[in-house]
């Protein structure tokens, strides 16, 4: 069995790598999250996104809170 390279990526990694790469979609994206009236579960997905993103200790710094908060 041979192995083969993976061509493509899930959406969750190619998010990931745009929000990494704009910090300005990264604040559009988080405050959509944060308009959507489907409940609490669109944000804590967003933020978890951002987190992965930038880093939780970076995020949680940026936020003012300690890591174990977010």
């Known amino acids: 069995m041979t192995s083969i ?3 493509s990526v899930s959406h969750e990694e190619a998010l990931v790598r ?3 790469a704009d910090p300005a979609f990264a604040a559009e994206y988080l ?3 944060m308009e959507d ?3 609490s579960s669109v944000l ?3 933020l978890r996104h951002v987190s992965e993103a930038f880093g ?3 995020v949680a710094r940026d ?3 300690k890591r174990e908060s977010l």
Request: hydrophobic share 55%; aromatic share 0%; proline share 0%.
């Open 37 to 39: 009236t489907a409940g």
């Open 44 to 46: 804590l997905i967003a």
């Open 18 to 20: 745009e929000l990494r």
């Open 56 to 58: 939780m200790a970076e």
């Open 31 to 33: 405050q959509a999250a």
């Open 63 to 65: 936020a003012g809170i």
């Open 5 to 7: 390279d993976r061509v």
